[in-house]
């Protein structure tokens, strides 16, 4: 049984802040704004993931209001993503992850955020892909206010 599951998530930029995307740091003058490290792609990817399975989403397992989950290591959040998506069965086929930012590029990050993502899911690189997108200087992203990222997951459950 093939299942097929979507994320979105956005946070906002602040000056000072580290910038953390796919597991990765990345050199920036701004990060996000957020109750955990502000890993925007992660969480979107964590939302594909849960939402394949009919597992609800980030904020039931993982809620903002949590002081457990304040400052967290997004990673360690997938990687329980993950660990919910065994316990029911199932395993993960592929994911594919488009974050969109203005600045910085990002494209000499992105093998090493499909290695770290691979590795954190425990599937091979090959399952996993993540691409960078502007939005041409539109709209909140455009201005630099924020970053957006979208994911897709294919998840089965083995016969």
């Not at 609800?56 to 997004?74: M, N, Q, V, Y």
Request: a negative charge; charged letters at 20%; proline letters at 4%.
């Amino acid at each position: 049984m093939f299942r097929i599951g979507n994320g979105y998530d956005v946070h906002a930029l602040a000056e000072g802040l580290p910038l953390r995307l796919g597991g990765v740091r990345v050199e920036h003058t701004a990060g996000c704004i957020a109750h955990s490290d502000g890993d925007v792609a992660i969480h979107a990817l964590c939302d594909a993931l849960l939402g394949a399975a009919a597992l609800g989403d980030i904020g039931l397992h993982f809620p903002d209001t949590s002081a457990e989950f304040r400052g967290i290591d997004s990673k360690i959040l997938l990687a329980r993503t993950a660990d919910l998506l065994a316990e029911a069965g199932y395993v993960i086929g592929n994911v594919d992850l488009t974050i969109c930012l203005q600045r910085p590029k990002i494209q000499p990050y992105i093998p090493q955020m499909r290695e770290v993502l691979a590795g954190v899911m425990g599937v091979a690189l090959g399952q996993v892909s993540v691409k960078a997108t502007t939005t041409e200087k539109l709209g909140f992203v455009g201005r630099e206010e924020g970053i957006a990222a979208i994911a897709s997951a294919l998840i089965y459950m083995p016969e």
